[in-house]
């Protein structure tokens, strides 16, 4: 019958063909498929399904489900998805392509799955498998957000339909260790032979709170000394808004001896100026680099436990116990959000019992005690 559709066979060939119309971006097209079957009785059944949901969908004002939509599959989705970032030129696609690429764990385990069969037990089967293989549950996280990721764009391009249901996302380990106020100089001290750009490196992030890769790219020419003042510009940071930091208190002397070391005299006996801030021998800092010369001194510094990343705590809980409003000390940071800076400044035992003694403070100086005693009832 008209609208019905039919099934038929090509030339040589058993498995069934199915031909209907339906309506695909708000246009009425003809679409063609395999049934994948040999059976006529179960390719007319197939028929009849599609046709339904055709459509469903035309009155609806839905989408069809296509043969395309069919075989698209999560590996497809992953590709498509790091080369959209690096179109864009995002920060961090290397990382998300390192993560996502087909020799990945993730990729591997659900590359060749078509997206329409990716159901939330498949994804907790993924991450089960992933935590008996004791892989950190961050790791699993961002696994399972690159992922979804890739999919929110697949079904904005049109590729799939709709989303997969996502398991919950895991428990994560909040890193809570603080620097004692000597570590820094300790650190310092150890590197100051081998690698004098991270002794400077480590004040400066004691101080500022600033990211390794931040410090990393930070460039003399964005050193404005007119104005006293570090600018940092939105393409070396991690949420691509720029700051500036006004250099004072104790920047002034870090920039000053940085400036000091800026000039490079080769053998030749000439002089170079360093583009970047931090700089060995004029050559800026490689990532490589900074984990070799950062392990190192760790190690001459006994503190093997220690992470750059620390430092970064340590400078959101100094200025919040120093009275800075948290506006003022994020822009420092660079933290964009409350609830993040909030997990980083921490509050220790120490900064309990400090709390009870300022409190109990003006009772020890003789003041008059707050506190009136009740009256005993008659």
């Known amino acids: 019958m008209k609208g019905e559709g039919r099934v038929y066979q090509r030339q040589g060939r058993p498995v ?23 059976d006529e009785a179960a390719a007319r059944r197939k028929l009849r399904d599609r046709v339904s949901s055709s459509y469903v969908a035309e009155k609806t004002g839905g989408d069809v489900e296509t043969s395309a ?9 992953l590709a498509d998805y790091v080369r959209d970032l690096q179109m864009r030129e995002k920060k961090g696609w290397k990382n998300e392509w390192y993560r996502l690429r087909p020799e990945s764990p993730l990729c591997s385990a659900l590359g060749h799955v078509p997206v329409r069969q990716l159901s939330r037990a498949r994804l907790v089967g993924y991450v089960e498998a992933r935590r008996k293989e004791n892989c ?79 410090l990393l790219a930070l460039r003399w020419e964005w050193i404005d000394w ?21 250099i ?36 800026p800092i490689t990532r490589k680099r900074f984990v070799l010369a950062w392990s190192a001194a760790r190690k001459a510094a006994k503190l093997p ?28 940071t660079g933290h964009e ?25 003006p009772a020890g100086r003789g003041a008059s005690s707050p506190v009136v005693p009740m009256r005993r009832k008659r």
């Open 136 to 214: 950190a549950n961050k790791t699993i996280n961002n696994d399972l957000q690159g992922l979804r990721s890739a999919l929110r764009l697949a079904v904005k391009a049109g590729r799939v339909l709709r989303l997969p249901a996502f398991p919950d996302k895991l428990g994560e380990r909040v890193r809570e260790g603080f620097p004692e106020a000597w570590e820094p100089e300790a650190l310092a001290a150890a590197a100051l032979e081998k690698a004098p750009w991270l002794a400077e490196m480590v004040r400066f992030a004691y101080v500022t709170g600033w990211r390794r890769g931040e």
């Open 16 to 38: 069934w063909m199915l031909d209907y119309y339906g309506e695909v971006n708000g246009k009425r097209v003809r679409l063609r498929e395999s049934s994948g079957t040999t």
């Open 69 to 77: 939509h069919r075989r698209y599959t999560v590996g497809e989705a």
């Open 248 to 283: 004072a208190g104790e920047l002034v002397a870090i920039m000053e001896r940085l400036r000091e070391a800026r000039s490079v005299v080769h053998e030749s006996g000439s002089v170079a100026l360093a583009e970047t801030v931090f700089h060995d021998a004029g050559q």
């Open 226 to 246: 007119e104005e006293r003042q570090v600018r940092l510009p939105g393409v070396s940071t991690k949420n691509g808004r720029g700051r500036v930091v006004p």
């Open 337 to 361: 959000t409350d609830s993040m800076f909030r997990r980083y400044a921490i509050v220790e035992t120490s900064d309990m019992a400090s709390a009870f003694q300022r409190v109990a403070a």
């Open 305 to 332: 436990h220690r992470l750059f990343h620390d430092f970064r705590r340590a400078a959101a809980r100094r200025m919040t116990n120093a009275g800075v409003p948290q506006v003022v000390a994020m822009k420092i």
